[in-house]
Protein backbone atom coordinates (compact mmCIF):
# COMPACT_ATOMS: atom_id res chain seq x y z
CA UNK A 1 0.00 0.00 0.00
CA UNK A 2 2.48 2.71 1.08
CA UNK A 3 4.92 1.73 -1.61
CA UNK A 4 2.14 2.77 -4.35
CA UNK A 5 2.56 6.20 -2.67
CA UNK A 6 4.81 9.03 -4.05
CA UNK A 7 6.77 9.62 -1.53
CA UNK A 8 8.39 6.45 -1.19
CA UNK A 9 11.30 7.03 -3.23
CA UNK A 10 13.43 5.15 -0.39
CA UNK A 11 12.76 2.03 -1.70
CA UNK A 12 15.42 -0.28 -2.05
CA UNK A 13 16.45 -0.83 -5.91
CA UNK A 14 17.04 -4.63 -6.92
CA UNK A 15 20.59 -4.62 -7.88
CA UNK A 16 19.66 -5.82 -11.62
CA UNK A 17 17.98 -2.49 -12.15
CA UNK A 18 20.65 -0.27 -10.05
CA UNK A 19 22.34 1.34 -12.90
CA UNK A 20 25.39 1.86 -10.54
CA UNK A 21 25.63 -1.99 -9.67
CA UNK A 22 25.31 -2.43 -13.66
CA UNK A 23 28.00 -0.10 -14.35
CA UNK A 24 30.34 -1.66 -12.36
CA UNK A 25 29.11 -5.41 -13.36
CA UNK A 26 29.37 -4.33 -16.73
CA UNK A 27 33.26 -3.61 -16.61
CA UNK A 28 34.38 -6.15 -14.74
CA UNK A 29 32.41 -8.80 -17.12
CA UNK A 30 34.58 -6.75 -20.37
CA UNK A 31 37.63 -7.07 -17.86
CA UNK A 32 37.69 -10.73 -17.61
CA UNK A 33 36.79 -10.76 -20.86
CA UNK A 34 39.94 -9.01 -21.79
CA UNK A 35 42.42 -10.98 -19.39
CA UNK A 36 40.39 -14.47 -20.99
CA UNK A 37 41.79 -13.88 -24.83
CA UNK A 38 44.99 -12.19 -23.38
CA UNK A 39 45.70 -15.77 -21.54
CA UNK A 40 44.81 -18.19 -24.38
CA UNK A 41 46.95 -16.31 -26.76
CA UNK A 42 49.71 -16.29 -24.26
CA UNK A 43 49.47 -19.92 -23.58
CA UNK A 44 48.91 -20.62 -27.45
CA UNK A 45 52.20 -18.44 -28.52
CA UNK A 46 54.46 -20.48 -25.35
CA UNK A 47 53.34 -23.77 -26.93
CA UNK A 48 54.21 -22.56 -30.15
CA UNK A 49 57.54 -21.63 -29.19
CA UNK A 50 57.89 -24.69 -27.46
CA UNK A 51 57.39 -26.36 -30.17
CA UNK A 52 60.91 -24.59 -32.21
CA UNK A 53 62.59 -25.26 -29.39
CA UNK A 54 62.65 -22.05 -28.12
CA UNK A 55 61.94 -20.08 -24.94
CA UNK A 56 61.37 -16.37 -23.51
CA UNK A 57 64.37 -14.62 -22.66
CA UNK A 58 66.65 -11.96 -23.74
CA UNK A 59 69.96 -13.97 -22.76
CA UNK A 60 70.69 -13.16 -26.60
CA UNK A 61 71.47 -9.75 -26.22
CA UNK A 62 74.63 -9.91 -24.60
CA UNK A 63 76.04 -11.90 -27.66
CA UNK A 64 78.26 -10.58 -30.01
CA UNK A 65 75.90 -8.88 -33.17
CA UNK A 66 78.76 -9.97 -35.99
CA UNK A 67 76.77 -7.56 -38.79
CA UNK A 68 77.80 -4.36 -39.38
CA UNK A 69 75.90 -0.86 -39.66
CA UNK A 70 76.80 1.47 -42.31
CA UNK A 71 75.90 4.33 -40.34
CA UNK A 72 74.98 5.99 -36.89
CA UNK A 73 76.59 5.98 -33.42
CA UNK A 74 79.35 4.60 -32.36
CA UNK A 75 79.20 0.49 -33.12
CA UNK A 76 81.39 -1.97 -34.14
CA UNK A 77 80.20 -5.91 -35.59
CA UNK A 78 81.90 -7.55 -32.56
CA UNK A 79 79.54 -5.41 -30.33
CA UNK A 80 76.09 -6.77 -28.90
CA UNK A 81 72.71 -7.35 -29.99
CA UNK A 82 71.73 -4.53 -27.75
CA UNK A 83 74.12 -2.14 -28.63
CA UNK A 84 73.37 -3.06 -32.61
CA UNK A 85 69.37 -2.29 -31.71
CA UNK A 86 70.43 0.96 -29.90
CA UNK A 87 72.01 2.22 -32.98
CA UNK A 88 68.76 1.54 -34.90
CA UNK A 89 67.13 3.45 -32.20
CA UNK A 90 69.13 6.84 -32.58
CA UNK A 91 68.65 6.09 -36.21
CA UNK A 92 64.90 6.47 -36.38
CA UNK A 93 65.11 9.16 -33.65
CA UNK A 94 66.92 11.30 -35.57
CA UNK A 95 65.37 10.97 -38.82
CA UNK A 96 62.05 11.65 -37.21
CA UNK A 97 63.38 14.70 -35.10
CA UNK A 98 65.06 16.19 -38.53
CA UNK A 99 61.96 15.15 -40.93
CA UNK A 100 59.07 16.46 -38.07
CA UNK A 101 61.28 19.80 -38.12
CA UNK A 102 61.49 20.17 -42.65
CA UNK A 103 58.36 18.65 -42.75
CA UNK A 104 56.30 21.48 -40.13
CA UNK A 105 58.45 24.13 -42.07
CA UNK A 106 57.77 22.88 -45.50
CA UNK A 107 53.72 22.32 -44.86
CA UNK A 108 53.34 25.82 -43.27
CA UNK A 109 55.16 27.39 -46.33
CA UNK A 110 52.77 25.27 -48.62
CA UNK A 111 49.43 25.66 -46.60
CA UNK A 112 49.50 29.68 -46.50
CA UNK A 113 50.85 29.15 -50.01
CA UNK A 114 47.68 27.40 -50.95
CA UNK A 115 45.62 30.26 -49.85
CA UNK A 116 47.74 32.87 -51.62
CA UNK A 117 45.83 35.59 -54.00
CA UNK A 118 48.70 35.09 -56.10
CA UNK A 119 46.91 32.49 -59.04
CA UNK A 120 50.49 30.72 -59.73
CA UNK A 121 51.81 30.34 -55.97
CA UNK A 122 48.19 29.34 -55.16
CA UNK A 123 48.27 26.61 -58.22
CA UNK A 124 51.52 25.06 -57.27
CA UNK A 125 51.23 24.45 -54.13
CA UNK A 126 47.95 22.76 -55.08
CA UNK A 127 49.70 20.50 -57.47
CA UNK A 128 53.05 19.94 -55.01
CA UNK A 129 50.34 18.44 -52.60
CA UNK A 130 47.86 16.84 -54.34
CA UNK A 131 50.89 14.71 -56.08
CA UNK A 132 52.87 14.15 -52.78
CA UNK A 133 49.34 12.94 -50.94
CA UNK A 134 48.43 10.88 -53.25
CA UNK A 135 51.35 8.30 -54.21
CA UNK A 136 52.36 5.85 -52.10
CA UNK A 137 55.32 6.65 -49.51
CA UNK A 138 57.15 3.54 -50.36
CA UNK A 139 57.38 4.25 -53.98
CA UNK A 140 57.84 8.12 -53.17
CA UNK A 141 61.08 6.83 -51.42
CA UNK A 142 62.24 4.48 -53.80
CA UNK A 143 62.08 7.01 -56.38
CA UNK A 144 64.09 9.46 -54.39
CA UNK A 145 66.60 6.96 -53.84
CA UNK A 146 67.01 5.48 -57.41
CA UNK A 147 66.03 7.84 -59.63
CA UNK A 148 67.38 11.04 -57.80
CA UNK A 149 70.41 10.35 -55.49
CA UNK A 150 71.83 7.44 -57.29
CA UNK A 151 71.47 9.44 -60.17
CA UNK A 152 73.58 12.16 -58.91
CA UNK A 153 76.96 13.00 -60.26
CA UNK A 154 79.92 11.20 -59.25
CA UNK A 155 82.22 12.38 -56.58
CA UNK A 156 84.08 14.55 -58.64
CA UNK A 157 81.96 16.04 -60.55
CA UNK A 158 79.92 17.25 -56.86
CA UNK A 159 77.26 19.91 -57.30
CA UNK A 160 78.96 22.40 -54.84
CA UNK A 161 77.02 25.17 -52.78
CA UNK A 162 78.81 28.16 -50.66
CA UNK A 163 81.92 26.10 -51.22
CA UNK A 164 81.04 24.28 -48.16
CA UNK A 165 77.93 21.88 -49.19
CA UNK A 166 78.81 18.79 -51.20
CA UNK A 167 76.53 16.85 -53.33
CA UNK A 168 77.07 13.69 -55.29
CA UNK A 169 75.48 10.03 -55.86
CA UNK A 170 77.54 8.93 -52.33
CA UNK A 171 76.18 11.68 -50.45
CA UNK A 172 75.30 14.79 -48.76
CA UNK A 173 78.64 16.48 -47.64
CA UNK A 174 77.87 19.76 -45.51
CA UNK A 175 80.53 21.60 -43.21
CA UNK A 176 80.82 20.85 -39.90
CA UNK A 177 81.64 23.27 -36.54
CA UNK A 178 84.23 21.64 -34.88
CA UNK A 179 85.22 23.16 -30.75
CA UNK A 180 88.30 24.62 -30.04
CA UNK A 181 90.45 24.82 -27.46
CA UNK A 182 88.31 28.30 -26.70
CA UNK A 183 85.23 26.58 -26.71
CA UNK A 184 85.45 26.17 -22.68
CA UNK A 185 85.52 30.15 -22.58
CA UNK A 186 82.50 30.78 -24.27
CA UNK A 187 80.82 27.75 -22.64
CA UNK A 188 81.38 29.43 -19.64
CA UNK A 189 79.85 32.32 -21.06
CA UNK A 190 77.01 30.83 -22.54
CA UNK A 191 76.49 28.86 -18.95
CA UNK A 192 76.82 32.36 -17.16
CA UNK A 193 74.10 33.69 -19.88
CA UNK A 194 71.56 30.61 -19.03
CA UNK A 195 71.63 31.15 -15.28
CA UNK A 196 71.44 35.44 -15.75
CA UNK A 197 68.54 33.79 -18.20
CA UNK A 198 66.92 31.47 -15.96
CA UNK A 199 66.80 34.14 -12.95
CA UNK A 200 65.11 36.72 -15.02
CA UNK A 201 62.69 34.14 -16.30
CA UNK A 202 61.59 33.40 -12.85
CA UNK A 203 61.55 37.29 -11.72
CA UNK A 204 59.41 37.91 -14.86
CA UNK A 205 56.90 34.78 -14.12
CA UNK A 206 56.51 35.67 -10.62
CA UNK A 207 55.55 39.39 -11.90
CA UNK A 208 53.21 38.46 -14.53
CA UNK A 209 51.74 36.48 -12.01
CA UNK A 210 50.94 39.12 -9.39
CA UNK A 211 49.73 41.60 -11.99
CA UNK A 212 47.68 38.80 -13.45
CA UNK A 213 48.57 40.15 -17.20
CA UNK A 214 49.04 37.89 -19.66
CA UNK A 215 52.74 37.76 -21.22
CA UNK A 216 55.65 36.48 -22.77
CA UNK A 217 57.81 35.39 -19.84
CA UNK A 218 60.86 35.24 -21.55
CA UNK A 219 60.69 38.17 -22.53
CA UNK A 220 63.88 39.69 -20.67
CA UNK A 221 65.30 35.51 -20.05
CA UNK A 222 65.66 35.37 -23.84
CA UNK A 223 67.10 38.77 -24.73
CA UNK A 224 69.63 38.47 -21.89
CA UNK A 225 71.02 35.29 -23.00
CA UNK A 226 71.82 36.34 -26.15
CA UNK A 227 73.45 39.24 -25.42
CA UNK A 228 75.31 37.38 -23.08
CA UNK A 229 76.44 34.94 -25.42
CA UNK A 230 77.03 37.01 -28.71
CA UNK A 231 79.41 39.66 -26.18
CA UNK A 232 80.96 36.03 -24.99
CA UNK A 233 81.39 35.65 -28.47
CA UNK A 234 83.98 38.71 -28.57
CA UNK A 235 85.10 38.39 -25.07
CA UNK A 236 86.20 34.96 -26.10
CA UNK A 237 90.25 35.22 -27.01
CA UNK A 238 89.86 32.79 -30.04
CA UNK A 239 87.13 32.07 -32.10
CA UNK A 240 84.92 28.84 -30.30
CA UNK A 241 84.69 27.29 -32.97
CA UNK A 242 85.88 26.66 -37.02
CA UNK A 243 83.80 25.58 -39.63
CA UNK A 244 85.51 22.33 -40.77
CA UNK A 245 84.64 21.79 -44.76
CA UNK A 246 84.16 18.43 -46.23
CA UNK A 247 87.51 18.08 -48.79
CA UNK A 248 88.63 15.84 -51.46
CA UNK A 249 91.16 13.19 -49.98
CA UNK A 250 91.48 10.71 -52.64
CA UNK A 251 88.55 9.19 -53.93
CA UNK A 252 86.31 10.23 -51.36
CA UNK A 253 85.07 14.01 -49.37
CA UNK A 254 86.51 13.17 -45.83
CA UNK A 255 85.07 16.00 -42.95
CA UNK A 256 82.63 17.58 -42.62
CA UNK A 257 78.60 16.07 -41.67
CA UNK A 258 78.00 12.92 -43.43
CA UNK A 259 74.66 12.35 -44.93
CA UNK A 260 74.30 9.18 -46.53
CA UNK A 261 72.08 8.59 -49.90
CA UNK A 262 70.01 6.16 -48.04
CA UNK A 263 69.30 9.00 -45.02
CA UNK A 264 69.02 11.64 -47.84
CA UNK A 265 66.29 9.71 -49.58
CA UNK A 266 64.20 8.17 -46.16
CA UNK A 267 64.48 12.47 -45.31
CA UNK A 268 63.48 13.65 -48.43
CA UNK A 269 60.76 11.23 -49.32
CA UNK A 270 59.44 11.65 -45.09
CA UNK A 271 59.25 15.29 -45.64
CA UNK A 272 57.74 15.27 -49.05
CA UNK A 273 55.35 13.42 -48.37
CA UNK A 274 54.30 14.34 -44.80
CA UNK A 275 54.91 18.10 -45.56
CA UNK A 276 51.49 17.68 -48.38
CA UNK A 277 49.66 16.57 -45.12
CA UNK A 278 50.83 19.47 -43.00
CA UNK A 279 50.06 21.54 -45.77
CA UNK A 280 46.30 20.86 -45.76
CA UNK A 281 45.99 20.98 -41.93
CA UNK A 282 48.16 24.14 -42.08
CA UNK A 283 45.24 25.68 -44.61
CA UNK A 284 41.60 24.11 -43.18
CA UNK A 285 42.93 25.61 -40.07
CA UNK A 286 43.96 28.83 -41.12
CA UNK A 287 40.39 28.55 -42.86
CA UNK A 288 38.60 28.07 -39.69
CA UNK A 289 39.06 31.43 -38.67
CA UNK A 290 36.41 33.65 -38.93
CA UNK A 291 36.04 35.82 -41.52
CA UNK A 292 35.42 38.28 -39.84
CA UNK A 293 38.68 38.36 -38.16
CA UNK A 294 40.52 38.99 -41.36
CA UNK A 295 38.24 42.47 -41.66
CA UNK A 296 38.61 43.45 -38.73
CA UNK A 297 42.03 43.40 -38.51
CA UNK A 298 42.36 45.20 -42.31
CA UNK A 299 40.10 47.43 -41.04
CA UNK A 300 42.71 48.76 -37.81
CA UNK A 301 45.11 48.89 -40.96
CA UNK A 302 47.06 45.86 -40.32
CA UNK A 303 48.94 44.19 -43.50
CA UNK A 304 48.42 41.31 -45.10
CA UNK A 305 51.80 39.87 -43.09
CA UNK A 306 50.82 41.08 -40.16
CA UNK A 307 47.23 39.68 -39.97
CA UNK A 308 48.85 36.50 -40.69
CA UNK A 309 51.01 36.46 -38.01
CA UNK A 310 49.12 38.37 -35.50
CA UNK A 311 45.38 37.58 -35.72
CA UNK A 312 45.41 34.61 -38.20
CA UNK A 313 48.27 32.01 -36.80
CA UNK A 314 47.57 32.05 -33.23
CA UNK A 315 43.73 31.45 -33.70
CA UNK A 316 44.56 28.86 -36.61
CA UNK A 317 47.36 26.88 -34.47
CA UNK A 318 44.43 25.60 -32.24
CA UNK A 319 42.85 23.79 -34.83
CA UNK A 320 45.91 22.59 -36.34
CA UNK A 321 47.89 21.34 -33.20
CA UNK A 322 45.78 17.89 -32.56
CA UNK A 323 45.69 16.80 -36.65
CA UNK A 324 49.26 18.09 -36.27
CA UNK A 325 50.06 15.53 -33.74
CA UNK A 326 48.71 12.81 -36.07
CA UNK A 327 50.92 14.00 -38.75
CA UNK A 328 53.94 13.81 -36.68
CA UNK A 329 53.31 10.05 -35.60
CA UNK A 330 52.43 9.28 -39.29
CA UNK A 331 56.15 10.13 -40.04
CA UNK A 332 57.73 8.57 -36.81
CA UNK A 333 56.25 5.43 -37.86
CA UNK A 334 56.64 5.76 -41.72
CA UNK A 335 60.14 5.83 -41.40
CA UNK A 336 60.07 2.17 -40.67
CA UNK A 337 59.94 2.13 -44.59
CA UNK A 338 63.71 2.77 -43.96
CA UNK A 339 64.15 -1.27 -44.54
CA UNK A 340 63.60 -0.92 -48.48
CA UNK A 341 66.57 1.37 -49.16
CA UNK A 342 68.37 -0.18 -46.47
CA UNK A 343 69.00 2.53 -43.90
CA UNK A 344 69.80 0.97 -41.01
CA UNK A 345 66.95 2.08 -38.68
CA UNK A 346 65.09 0.61 -35.73
CA UNK A 347 62.95 -1.46 -37.56
CA UNK A 348 65.81 -2.93 -40.06
CA UNK A 349 67.99 -3.47 -37.51
CA UNK A 350 65.69 -5.70 -35.29
CA UNK A 351 64.94 -7.64 -38.81
CA UNK A 352 68.51 -8.57 -39.06
CA UNK A 353 68.65 -9.47 -35.84
CA UNK A 354 65.48 -11.98 -35.98
CA UNK A 355 67.06 -13.11 -39.23
CA UNK A 356 70.09 -14.09 -37.39
CA UNK A 357 69.05 -15.11 -34.05
CA UNK A 358 65.34 -16.64 -34.54
CA UNK A 359 64.29 -14.83 -31.79
CA UNK A 360 61.08 -13.39 -33.34
CA UNK A 361 58.53 -12.63 -30.18
CA UNK A 362 61.81 -10.46 -28.25
CA UNK A 363 62.85 -8.66 -31.10
CA UNK A 364 59.16 -7.70 -32.27
CA UNK A 365 57.75 -7.11 -28.86
CA UNK A 366 61.11 -4.78 -28.25
CA UNK A 367 60.63 -2.98 -32.09
CA UNK A 368 57.30 -2.59 -31.19
CA UNK A 369 57.69 -1.29 -27.64
CA UNK A 370 59.90 0.94 -29.08
CA UNK A 371 57.67 2.30 -31.38
CA UNK A 372 55.39 3.49 -28.76
CA UNK A 373 57.63 4.44 -26.43
CA UNK A 374 58.77 7.27 -28.74
CA UNK A 375 55.57 8.14 -30.36
CA UNK A 376 53.57 8.39 -26.54
CA UNK A 377 56.80 10.77 -26.22
CA UNK A 378 55.93 13.03 -28.84
CA UNK A 379 52.04 12.69 -28.03
CA UNK A 380 52.89 13.86 -24.23
CA UNK A 381 54.68 16.71 -25.82
CA UNK A 382 52.00 18.00 -28.16
CA UNK A 383 49.30 17.16 -25.80
CA UNK A 384 51.22 20.08 -23.22
CA UNK A 385 51.52 22.24 -26.41
CA UNK A 386 47.89 22.35 -27.26
CA UNK A 387 46.79 22.63 -23.18
CA UNK A 388 49.09 25.54 -23.49
CA UNK A 389 47.84 27.27 -26.14
CA UNK A 390 44.43 26.71 -25.74
CA UNK A 391 44.41 27.69 -21.90
CA UNK A 392 45.05 31.46 -23.42
CA UNK A 393 41.75 33.27 -24.28
CA UNK A 394 38.84 30.93 -23.26
CA UNK B 1 31.76 64.88 -62.56
CA UNK B 2 32.29 68.28 -62.59
CA UNK B 3 29.68 68.46 -59.53
CA UNK B 4 32.34 65.85 -57.86
CA UNK B 5 35.21 68.70 -57.78
CA UNK B 6 32.42 71.94 -56.25
CA UNK B 7 31.57 69.21 -53.08
CA UNK B 8 34.80 68.41 -52.32
CA UNK B 9 35.43 71.82 -50.13
CA UNK B 10 33.04 71.35 -47.43
CA UNK B 11 32.73 67.17 -48.45
CA UNK B 12 35.05 64.64 -45.99
CA UNK B 13 33.43 61.23 -48.22
CA UNK B 14 32.35 62.05 -52.00
CA UNK B 15 30.40 58.99 -53.69
CA UNK B 16 30.48 59.82 -57.45
CA UNK B 17 27.54 56.79 -59.37
CA UNK B 18 29.21 54.05 -57.02
CA UNK B 19 28.63 50.58 -58.44
CA UNK B 20 29.41 47.04 -57.62
CA UNK B 21 28.63 43.48 -58.13
CA UNK B 22 29.12 40.38 -56.61
CA UNK B 23 29.55 38.09 -59.62
CA UNK B 24 26.11 38.51 -61.43
CA UNK B 25 24.31 40.37 -58.57
CA UNK B 26 24.09 43.94 -59.23
CA UNK B 27 24.45 45.15 -55.43
CA UNK B 28 25.01 48.81 -55.38
CA UNK B 29 23.64 50.71 -58.55
CA UNK B 30 25.00 53.88 -58.88
CA UNK B 31 24.99 55.93 -55.25
CA UNK B 32 26.37 59.64 -55.22
CA UNK B 33 26.28 61.33 -52.13
CA UNK B 34 28.73 63.35 -49.83
CA UNK B 35 28.83 63.39 -46.02
CA UNK B 36 30.21 66.67 -44.62
CA UNK B 37 32.97 66.63 -41.68
CA UNK B 38 31.25 65.80 -38.78
CA UNK B 39 27.64 65.14 -40.33
CA UNK B 40 26.29 61.87 -38.38
CA UNK B 41 24.00 59.88 -41.38
CA UNK B 42 22.11 57.44 -40.55
CA UNK B 43 21.87 54.41 -43.42
CA UNK B 44 18.89 52.14 -43.05
CA UNK B 45 16.39 49.73 -45.31
CA UNK B 46 15.10 46.56 -45.47
CA UNK B 47 17.66 43.89 -45.47
CA UNK B 48 19.24 43.22 -48.45
CA UNK B 49 19.45 46.90 -49.77
CA UNK B 50 22.83 47.23 -49.77
CA UNK B 51 23.25 49.09 -47.03
CA UNK B 52 26.42 47.40 -45.44
CA UNK B 53 27.84 46.58 -48.53
CA UNK B 54 27.71 50.72 -49.33
CA UNK B 55 29.47 51.49 -45.89
CA UNK B 56 32.00 49.13 -46.56
CA UNK B 57 33.12 50.11 -49.57
CA UNK B 58 33.99 53.71 -47.93
CA UNK B 59 37.06 51.50 -45.74
CA UNK B 60 37.37 49.75 -48.67
CA UNK B 61 36.78 46.61 -47.16
CA UNK B 62 34.42 46.03 -50.45
CA UNK B 63 35.64 46.84 -53.87
CA UNK B 64 33.67 48.75 -56.38
CA UNK B 65 33.76 47.93 -59.75
CA UNK B 66 32.45 51.78 -61.15
CA UNK B 67 32.50 55.23 -60.11
CA UNK B 68 34.82 57.01 -57.79
CA UNK B 69 35.11 57.60 -53.93
CA UNK B 70 36.52 59.99 -52.39
CA UNK B 71 37.90 59.99 -48.65
CA UNK B 72 38.96 63.28 -47.22
CA UNK B 73 40.61 63.69 -50.41
CA UNK B 74 42.13 60.76 -51.08
CA UNK B 75 40.33 58.64 -53.66
CA UNK B 76 40.27 54.35 -53.49
CA UNK B 77 41.63 53.12 -56.21
CA UNK B 78 44.24 50.07 -55.96
CA UNK B 79 47.29 52.47 -54.94
CA UNK B 80 48.03 50.30 -51.57
CA UNK B 81 49.29 53.72 -50.42
CA UNK B 82 46.30 54.91 -50.17
CA UNK B 83 44.56 51.98 -48.85
CA UNK B 84 46.84 52.50 -45.66
CA UNK B 85 46.06 55.65 -45.31
CA UNK B 86 42.46 55.41 -45.68
CA UNK B 87 42.14 52.18 -42.96
CA UNK B 88 43.96 54.91 -40.71
CA UNK B 89 41.41 57.60 -41.24
CA UNK B 90 38.28 55.51 -41.32
CA UNK B 91 37.19 53.12 -37.70
CA UNK B 92 35.41 50.69 -38.05
CA UNK B 93 32.45 48.85 -36.19
CA UNK B 94 31.02 45.40 -37.03
CA UNK B 95 27.78 43.45 -35.93
CA UNK B 96 29.68 40.85 -34.78
CA UNK B 97 32.22 43.15 -32.95
CA UNK B 98 35.27 40.92 -34.16
CA UNK B 99 37.51 40.97 -31.65
CA UNK B 100 40.24 39.49 -31.15
CA UNK B 101 39.15 36.15 -28.84
CA UNK B 102 42.87 35.35 -28.18
CA UNK B 103 44.28 39.40 -27.14
CA UNK B 104 42.98 40.60 -23.81
CA UNK B 105 40.86 43.94 -24.00
CA UNK B 106 43.43 46.10 -23.38
CA UNK B 107 46.04 44.10 -26.58
CA UNK B 108 42.60 44.31 -29.19
CA UNK B 109 43.12 48.66 -28.59
CA UNK B 110 46.51 48.62 -28.38
CA UNK B 111 47.62 46.40 -31.21
CA UNK B 112 46.98 48.61 -34.41
CA UNK B 113 48.77 51.73 -32.59
CA UNK B 114 51.42 49.47 -32.09
CA UNK B 115 51.82 47.75 -35.39
CA UNK B 116 50.64 50.40 -37.68
CA UNK B 117 51.33 53.68 -36.31
CA UNK B 118 54.31 52.47 -34.57
CA UNK B 119 53.89 53.43 -31.08
CA UNK B 120 55.77 52.89 -28.06
CA UNK B 121 54.24 50.43 -25.93
CA UNK B 122 53.88 51.97 -22.66
CA UNK B 123 52.53 54.97 -24.66
CA UNK B 124 50.12 53.00 -26.57
CA UNK B 125 48.41 51.27 -23.20
CA UNK B 126 47.63 54.30 -21.91
CA UNK B 127 45.88 56.01 -24.87
CA UNK B 128 44.19 52.38 -24.75
CA UNK B 129 43.06 52.93 -20.86
CA UNK B 130 42.08 56.41 -21.41
CA UNK B 131 39.47 55.04 -24.41
CA UNK B 132 38.79 52.70 -22.45
CA UNK B 133 37.90 54.48 -19.24
CA UNK B 134 36.04 56.78 -22.16
CA UNK B 135 33.05 53.99 -23.44
CA UNK B 136 33.32 52.30 -19.69
CA UNK B 137 35.49 49.26 -19.53
CA UNK B 138 38.81 50.04 -18.11
CA UNK B 139 38.06 47.68 -15.41
CA UNK B 140 37.73 44.63 -18.04
CA UNK B 141 41.49 45.43 -19.59
CA UNK B 142 42.80 42.72 -18.72
CA UNK B 143 40.42 39.83 -19.21
CA UNK B 144 39.63 38.59 -23.03
CA UNK B 145 37.01 38.92 -25.29
CA UNK B 146 34.87 35.97 -23.93
CA UNK B 147 35.26 37.03 -20.21
CA UNK B 148 32.71 39.77 -20.77
CA UNK B 149 29.32 40.81 -22.28
CA UNK B 150 28.18 41.23 -25.74
CA UNK B 151 27.47 45.23 -25.08
CA UNK B 152 31.01 45.41 -23.20
CA UNK B 153 32.66 43.79 -26.59
CA UNK B 154 30.86 45.74 -28.81
CA UNK B 155 32.37 48.74 -26.80
CA UNK B 156 35.65 47.49 -26.59
CA UNK B 157 35.72 47.34 -30.32
CA UNK B 158 34.41 50.94 -30.59
CA UNK B 159 37.03 52.08 -28.20
CA UNK B 160 39.86 49.37 -30.87
CA UNK B 161 38.20 51.86 -33.72
CA UNK B 162 39.28 54.82 -31.80
CA UNK B 163 42.83 53.59 -31.10
CA UNK B 164 43.97 54.97 -34.83
CA UNK B 165 42.13 58.30 -33.83
CA UNK B 166 40.49 58.22 -37.26
CA UNK B 167 38.65 61.24 -38.82
CA UNK B 168 35.51 58.66 -39.74
CA UNK B 169 33.80 55.66 -38.09
CA UNK B 170 31.63 53.46 -39.69
CA UNK B 171 28.94 51.59 -37.75
CA UNK B 172 27.45 48.60 -39.54
CA UNK B 173 24.37 47.31 -37.47
CA UNK B 174 26.47 48.05 -34.31
CA UNK B 175 23.65 46.60 -31.82
CA UNK B 176 21.62 43.92 -34.04
CA UNK B 177 23.35 41.01 -32.54
CA UNK B 178 23.12 42.93 -28.59
CA UNK B 179 20.85 41.48 -26.29
CA UNK B 180 18.30 44.09 -25.91
CA UNK B 181 19.23 44.98 -22.61
CA UNK B 182 22.35 45.54 -23.78
CA UNK B 183 21.70 47.92 -26.75
CA UNK B 184 21.58 50.89 -25.06
CA UNK B 185 24.87 50.88 -23.50
CA UNK B 186 26.29 50.78 -26.79
CA UNK B 187 23.98 53.33 -28.19
CA UNK B 188 24.87 55.73 -25.17
CA UNK B 189 28.49 55.43 -26.22
CA UNK B 190 27.86 56.32 -29.98
CA UNK B 191 25.97 59.50 -28.72
CA UNK B 192 28.91 60.47 -26.83
CA UNK B 193 31.03 59.84 -29.84
CA UNK B 194 28.17 62.02 -31.96
CA UNK B 195 28.49 64.78 -29.60
CA UNK B 196 32.23 64.96 -29.94
CA UNK B 197 32.13 65.92 -33.20
CA UNK B 198 32.93 62.41 -34.79
CA UNK B 199 31.82 62.30 -38.56
CA UNK B 200 29.95 59.24 -38.79
CA UNK B 201 28.00 56.87 -40.89
CA UNK B 202 25.73 54.40 -38.69
CA UNK B 203 23.52 51.67 -40.44
CA UNK B 204 21.31 50.53 -37.93
CA UNK B 205 17.75 49.40 -37.43
CA UNK B 206 17.33 51.92 -34.50
CA UNK B 207 15.12 54.56 -35.28
CA UNK B 208 14.86 56.36 -32.05
CA UNK B 209 18.72 56.76 -32.16
CA UNK B 210 18.36 57.81 -35.45
CA UNK B 211 15.73 60.38 -34.96
CA UNK B 212 17.63 61.38 -31.78
CA UNK B 213 21.34 61.86 -33.29
CA UNK B 214 21.33 62.03 -37.20
CA UNK B 215 21.73 65.11 -39.02
CA UNK B 216 20.74 63.08 -42.22
CA UNK B 217 18.58 59.71 -42.67
CA UNK B 218 18.97 57.65 -45.87
CA UNK B 219 16.69 55.30 -46.85
CA UNK B 220 18.39 52.51 -49.54
CA UNK B 221 16.36 49.65 -51.42
CA UNK B 222 17.62 47.20 -53.97
CA UNK B 223 20.79 49.03 -54.20
CA UNK B 224 20.02 52.44 -54.74
CA UNK B 225 19.44 55.31 -52.47
CA UNK B 226 15.69 56.20 -52.54
CA UNK B 227 15.26 58.78 -50.08
CA UNK B 228 17.06 61.48 -48.09
CA UNK B 229 16.45 64.05 -45.85
CA UNK B 230 16.70 65.13 -42.03
CA UNK B 231 15.28 63.03 -39.71
CA UNK B 232 12.03 65.32 -38.74
CA UNK B 233 11.13 65.07 -42.36
CA UNK B 234 12.01 61.80 -43.10
CA UNK B 235 9.94 59.98 -40.43
CA UNK B 236 6.86 62.41 -40.68
CA UNK B 237 6.68 63.26 -44.49
CA UNK B 238 8.48 61.09 -46.47
CA UNK B 239 7.91 61.35 -50.05
CA UNK B 240 8.54 57.87 -51.73
CA UNK B 241 5.94 55.30 -50.83
CA UNK B 242 8.77 52.62 -50.40
CA UNK B 243 9.92 54.87 -47.53
CA UNK B 244 6.43 55.05 -45.58
CA UNK B 245 6.12 51.16 -46.05
CA UNK B 246 9.46 50.85 -44.15
CA UNK B 247 9.07 52.79 -42.02
CA UNK B 248 5.24 51.79 -41.41
CA UNK B 249 6.44 48.47 -40.68
CA UNK B 250 10.04 49.07 -38.40
CA UNK B 251 7.87 51.53 -35.75
CA UNK B 252 4.68 49.06 -35.47
CA UNK B 253 6.51 47.39 -33.40
Known amino acids: MENNSPNSVSEKIPFWRDVRV ?37 DFLNDEAGFGIAEGIAYEPSDTYLRAFWVGVVNTIRVSIIGIACATILGLVVGIARLSSNWLVRNIAAIYVECFRNIPLLLQILFWYTAVILQLPSVRQSFTFFGGVFINQRGVYLPEP ?47 FLLVAFVGWFLTPGKPFTWELPALRGFNFAGGIYLSPEFSALLVGLVMYTGAFIAEVVRSGIQSVAK ?43 SSLAVAIGFPDLFNVGNTMMNQTGQSIPIFGMIMMSYLIISLTTSAYMNWYNRRINRIGR | MADLENTTDDSIIVCDDVHKWFDDFHVLKGITTAFKKGEKAVICGPSGSGKS ?198 LQH
Open chain 1, 22 to 58: LRVLFQVIFLIGILLLAGILYMNMLRGLRGLGLTLNL
Open chain 1, 178 to 224: QPTSDMNIWLGYLAGGFILGLILYLVRLRKLRQLEQPGFPAKWALPA
Open chain 1, 292 to 334: GQREAAKAIGLNEFQTLRLIVLPQALRVIAPPLTSQYLNLTKN
Open chain 2, 53 to 250: TFIRTINRLEIHQRGRIIVDGIELSDDLRNIDRIRQEVGMVFQQFNLFPHLTVLQNVTLSPIWVKKLAKGEAESEALALLERVGIEEHAHKFPAQISGGQQQRVAIARALAMQPKIMLFDEPTSALDPEMINEVLDVMRELAASGMTMLVVTHEMGFAREVADRIIFMDEGAIVEEAAPDIFFDNPQNERTRLFISQT
